[in-house]
């Protein structure tokens, strides 16, 4: 079955410098997500993508946050100059219309 | 702002018996969706609910959708050690996901 890939699945990271997670939606799925779950806590959605633009956006996606989908393949979510507050588990998701969701395994990102 | 409400929170329970989880919402919303997360997983969808009286059955799991109400369940029959996990209801709105907060459940032998 097709799946949602995710890398790195952990990141270390100072506070202060860029990171970037990736992920590989399922092949002809055309919408895409980002979502984080701090530890313990419950998911929270970030953003939302579709046709090569945001669809949509929370009030923790602020302006450090950028997604990007650079190829046929990839979806990145950068983050640009990390917080401690920034370390949780980044989920990413895809879907096809009328579709649920498909969830990532999800990178842990850890800033120090 | 929707937001969604489950309870319980925490949940123990012993195998063979029936339990609920509860999953109430703030605003109308046309799509609500059950996933499960073992420990440091992802989430696994396990339901979609699309209609008011919606009512869907995966094995020891069934799930329902009262819209009126903004209401579901995930009622749990004779519970299996297999079926301890975090379990997430999820209502639709615009394009996002508004999750809430897990019912953490264990089934102990």
């Known amino acids: 079955e097709p799946e949602v890939t995710q890398t790195p699945s952990h990141q270390v990271t100072q506070m202060g410098q860029e990171v970037i997670l990736r992920c590989v939606p399922i092949?002809?799925?055309?919408?895409f997500y980002w979502y984080r779950q701090i530890l313990g806590q419950k998911v929270e959605f970030l953003v939302s993508?579709?046709?090569?633009?945001?669809?949509?956006k929370s009030e923790i996606f602020d302006d450090q946050f950028s997604v990007e989908r650079p190829d046929g393949s990839n979806f990145t979510l950068k983050i640009r100059s990390t917080k401690l507050e920034d370390s949780a588990m980044y989920f990413c998701?895809?879907?096809?219309?009328?579709?649920?969701?498909?969830f990532g395994d999800g990178t842990r990102l850890s800033i120090l | 702002e929707l937001k969604v409400e489950q309870n319980p929170l925490f949940l123990s329970m012993q195998e063979g018996k029936n339990y609920t989880i509860y999953c109430n919402y703030s605003?109308?919303?046309?799509?609500l969706y059950w996933y499960r997360q073992d420990p440091g997983k992802s989430l696994e969808s396990l339901f979609v609910?699309?209609?008011?009286?919606a009512v869907k059955q995966e094995g020891r799991l069934m799930a329902s959708l009262d819209t009126k109400a903004r209401l579901s369940t995930l009622h749990i029959t004779a519970a299996v050690h297999d079926l301890s996990a975090t379990y997430f209801c999820?209502?639709?709105?615009?394009?996002?996901?508004?999750f809430g907060e897990g019912t953490q459940l264990t089934v102990n032998p």
């Open positions: 609910l699309l209609s008011n009286g």
């Open positions: 092949s002809n799925h055309l919408y």
């Open positions: 993508f579709y046709n090569n633009e945001i669809s949509e």
């Open positions: 998701a895809s879907r096809q219309a009328n579709q649920p969701q498909h």
């Open positions: 999820a209502v639709a709105s615009g394009s996002r996901l508004t």
């Open positions: 605003t109308t919303s046309d799509r």
